[in-house]
């Protein structure tokens, strides 16, 4: 799950009971790997709450203060009460919020004490008062000394305060004295080292340690909430926005959001934020950069020697050693194939993105002795990747992106975290299984920048991260930006780029969203790029701009739509110009938008009273992205639902149509941004996932349940894939592998009605190359009905197997609509009418048998179920659910398929399904099957 400086075993013993009576007892053992921002991390286990000594690395030692912590607004203290008496031993904390996790926001602090019970349900956040959040809060915490050490803590040991996250600035208390104030302790995306060595030495027995944090005053479209009452100018905290994302947090996400630590280490000098430059030379060697930043503590220069080694699984890959004379600030050294010819390495152990090879980690070791016997070494371990990372921009203009020399169609999806930024390692695990399940390759982070566990989990799993910053808040106010926003935009983003330019899955930084900086703020990000090597690309905005100050374009765009289209728009030739978010280009955020929850997810979310008024709801509205934005509401979505399939009666039968909707939509933009690769060059679903409970813009939902949108895009990504264009009635072959061309292929196509009367069947030989699409044939109009909704069922098999298959429901005439004002959605002159999918379905019942459980790998176990139709009519859009004995889902579970499109009278359908035993043990499963039919259809003969 991550990269670290060493592995560290974790035995653990779990029993599972299945309901075929299978009972399983074995211990497993789990590797962890999770790598840090500075210093090294020796034997921590990142899906474990850390001990009091997390890391040893030579001379240094790192604890994370995750216990003791309490909490308190200011409001409710005395006035007499400062922080020089709340960091002192004894303070009474009584009435305090105990916090049972940290770090935490204040709202997530307050919500461990259920001051605020489902507060994501119905619209009950509505109801809390956010001039709760406008004074300052406290955090206290009492650390014993005695846990922090292994041995004496002498003259010369350097003790340093590490915060790794405050919303928004902090003055901060150490003992009875103040240690740092809010007019340098300011910025959501700062770093601070608050050196405590003469404090740490000075107590008696503990550190009292007390923050003052005070909220953010971050212009976005809820104005009432993140600037209550201010004005603009006086409104420009570069903080955390949600946009039109979700409802902004009533605290805006204030408090300590990140981990706070204690560095100790007996060196003066530490080693930190390491970066390896790859380039491939045409001889197929790779030349190497590493550069490391160096921190001096002490009064005066320090000389010594300066070592380096990479070693892969084959042994040594490159060592190099220098003398130098580290000076009294922070510096950089870098060792480059000019000084150290082993940094030409032939034959490179290279990290790949997971579809194009292995994400190889290689370890990475770098050691200051210095000349002075008595000062100790100072010691850094990582595990970093080899590989070069290449933009171009092509003849289109359209930004292209290479790994080790291979061009890659980049598809992903934007990330959310939490909507109160509770965030864990675990989690962040299951939506990065949910990426490459569902065969994305990419995660665009705009302005939500995770911790390091994130991009560590996504380097093992070879998941390319695209962060940046975010659009439409005081981060793109640059008119009214002064002095103090320059500074903590420049601070901000050095602090960012050093502790992810370590990580190979970074592939590019995005400094701007929607807009374009002026060149004096676009001169300040450059230069903090240069300043610090910087060797991954960058894009200078989201959105097609070109820089006045550069004269680049960016060679991306940002055309939407962000709302229902039909399927016919992606490659509808209309739609493939500039102004229009057809499949061409790299578009690096575009939807089509409703992807309303599962029944059970919106059940946990919507009370019973609120779920059906004659429609939808407030509260549905609610849970549909921000009511400040342009999708505040199913709007976009309902009218073609309705139109298409039928008026919905209730939320169960609105619920069951969206998720055919979604599952059509979501399919038809990754076919056809793949089918137009490299025309296309790369696309980012908007989004991956929600901060809370919503009903658009998700692959999954909250509470990692998946609907149509994921299973449509997990059958579009297929890594060889068999597809159909509904604008030009084109059958073609789509290849994602990295392998050798594929061919004596045989490509078959089937269509009938509703009733499953067969119309018509065609085949033809093809085969396709690497990375290629190929287009196989049309399907003709005789093959359609004239009286209704077609059912095109397509295969690609080779002499032995089936290696795709992909069934489409057709009207029997298109969406009509007008190109142009897509961004919130297309105006359709005429839907389609696919209604007799809700009136001409029988009900039947289908039968549904699995085999044992088998175990999948060390930590997962899975089912083989096999769903068979016995009755004498078809089966429409089989939902597939795997069940605990309580009758609740188990989540997450990775589906090979779900949602069956189609099932003739006595066929069967084989699916595989697992899921994790670390968190569920003892569980009795089953399994049920649903069609569509049983749900919207008519009654059985």
């Not at 990269?3 to 497993?28: E, K, Q, Y």
Request: with cysteine; net charge negative; proline share 6%.
């Amino acid at each position: 799950f991550g990269v670290a400086s060493d592995l560290t075993g974790i035995s653990i013993l779990f029993r599972a009971h299945f309901n075929m009576g299978l009972v399983i007892v074995a211990t497993v053992t789990i590797v962890v790997l999770m790598l840090m921002s500075t210093t090294p991390i020796i034997g921590m286990n990142a899906l474990e709450e850390r001990t009091s000594i997390d890391s040893i690395s030579g001379s240094t030692r790192r604890h994370s203060i995750k216990s003791g912590w309490v909490l308190q607004s200011s409001a409710v203290l005395p006035a007499t009460i400062t922080g020089t008496t709340i960091s002192q031993r004894g303070f009474d904390t009584r009435t305090w919020y105990s916090l049972t996790s940290f770090p935490a926001t204040v709202l997530a602090g307050l919500m461990q004490h259920s001051e605020y019970p489902d507060l994501f349900a119905s619209t009950n956040m509505e109801a809390v008062d956010p001039a709760r959040f406008d004074c300052s809060w406290w955090y206290r915490t009492e650390i014993p000394t005695a846990t922090l050490t292994l041995d004496e803590v002498s003259e010369t040991t350097f003790v340093t305060l590490i915060f790794h996250g405050i919303n928004y600035r902090a003055n901060v208390y150490l003992n009875g004295a103040l240690l740092a104030s809010n007019t340098t302790l300011r910025g959501t995306f700062r770093r601070f080292e608050l050196d405590i060595s003469d404090a740490f030495r000075a107590s008696e027995s503990s550190l009292v340690l007390a923050v003052e944090v005070f909220r953010p005053y971050d212009i976005g479209l809820d104005k009432n909430l993140t600037c209550r009452g201010r004005n603009s100018s006086d409104c420009l905290d570069l903080a955390i926005s949600w946009v039109d994302w979700a409802p902004t947090p009533p605290d805006v996400n204030m408090g300590l959001w990140r981990d706070v630590e204690i560095e100790i280490s007996d060196s003066p000098v530490d080693l930190r934020f390491p970066q390896v430059a790859t380039t491939l030379l045409p001889s197929g060697s790779a030349s190497l950069q590493v550069l490391v930043s160096l921190l001096n503590r002490a009064a005066a220069p320090v000389p010594g020697d300066l070592a380096m080694h990479i070693v892969g699984r084959d042994g040594v890959v490159a060592s190099c050693s220098s003398s130098i004379s580290v000076s009294a600030t922070t510096s950089a050294y870098t060792w480059s194939p000019e000084e150290c010819a082993s940094l030409i390495v032939p034959n490179p152990p290279l990290w790949w993105p997971w579809q194009m090879g292995s994400p190889t980690l290689v370890n990475l070791t770098i050691t200051f002795s210095p000349t002075e016997p008595q000062l100790p070494a100072a010691h850094f371990e990582t595990r970093v990747g080899l590989r070069e990372v290449t933009k171009t921009i092509d003849a289109n203009e359209n930004a292209e992106f290479r790994v080790n020399g291979k061009r890659i169609l980049i598809r992903g999806g934007g990330w959310a975290p939490d909507l109160l930024q509770r965030m864990t390692p675990e989690r962040h695990a299951q939506e990065l299984a949910y990426v490459r399940h569902l065969g994305l390759n990419a995660v665009r982070l705009e302005g939500k920048l995770q911790d390091d566990a994130l991009f560590s989990q996504a380097d093992e799993m070879g998941i390319m991260m695209l962060p940046g910053i975010c659009c439409c808040d005081a981060w793109q106010k640059w008119p009214q930006w002064g002095n103090e926003q320059m500074t903590t935009a420049a601070t901000s983003l050095r602090d960012q780029i050093r502790r992810l330019r370590a990580h190979p899955s970074v592939v590019v930084f995005l400094y701007s969203s929607d807009e374009l900086p002026p060149p004096n703020v676009e001169r300040m990000y450059l230069a903090v790029f240069d300043q610090e090597s910087w060797a991954t690309p960058t894009i200078a905005s989201a959105s097609f701009r070109t820089s006045s100050l550069t004269g680049n374009v960016t060679g991306v765009k940002m055309t939407g739509p962000y709302g229902w289209v039909p399927p016919n728009f992606w490659t509808d030739p209309r739609g493939l110009s500039n102004e229009f978010g057809g499949a061409w280009g790299f578009v690096t955020e575009t939807s089509p938008g409703g992807s309303p929850l599962t029944q059970e997810s919106f059940e946990k979310v919507i009370p019973p009273t609120e779920r059906w008024e004659n429609g939808t709801t407030a509260a549905w509205d609610y849970h549909c992205g921000s009511s400040h934005g342009a999708f505040g509401s199913l709007s976009h979505f309902t009218p073609a639902l309705e139109a298409r399939l039928g008026r919905t009666t209730s939320a169960t039968d609105y619920l069951l149509k969206a998720q055919v909707q979604a599952y059509e939509s979501h399919r038809a933009m990754f076919e056809a941004y793949s089918g137009a690769k490299y025309r296309a060059t790369g696309i980012i679903q908007w989004m991956l996932n929600n901060g809370w409970p919503e009903m658009m813009w998700h692959l999954y939902d909250y509470y990692l349940d998946t609907g149509g949108a994921f299973y449509g895009v997990k059958k579009a990504l297929e890594p060889l894939h068999i597809q159909y264009s509904p604008s030009t009635r084109m059958v073609a072959i789509v290849d994602s592998l990295y392998s050798e061309g594929l061919s004596d292929l045989t490509a078959l196509a089937d269509t009938y009605d509703l009733s499953g009367t067969h119309l018509w069947h065609h085949s033809a030989t093809t085969s396709v190359l690497p990375d290629g699409t190929t287009t196989v044939f049309s399907i003709p109009a005789n093959a359609t009905t004239t009286s209704g909704t077609t059912i095109l069922r397509l295969q690609l098999v080779n002499a032995t197997s089936t290696l795709s298959a992909n069934t489409y429901w057709i009207p029997n005439t298109n969406d009509n609509f007008t190109m142009g004002g897509c961004f919130t959605g297309c105006a359709v002159t005429t839907f389609a009418n696919m209604t007799d999918l809700s009136t001409e379905l029988t009900r039947l019942n289908l039968d549904v048998a699995w085999a044992q459980s088998q175990r999948v790998d060390d930590s997962r176990v899975g089912l083989t179920i096999a769903v068979r139709n016995p009755s004498e009519v078809p089966a429409f859009f089989i939902r597939l659910r795997l069940l605990r004995s309580d009758g609740t889902d188990v989540l997450p579970a990775l589906w090979d398929d779900n949602y069956l499109v189609w099932l003739l009278p006595n066929e069967t359908e084989t699916v595989h399904v697992s899921w994790s035993t670390d968190d569920q043990p003892d569980m009795d499963v089953s399994v049920v099957a649903v069609p569509y039919n049983n749900v919207v259809g008519t009654p059985p003969h």
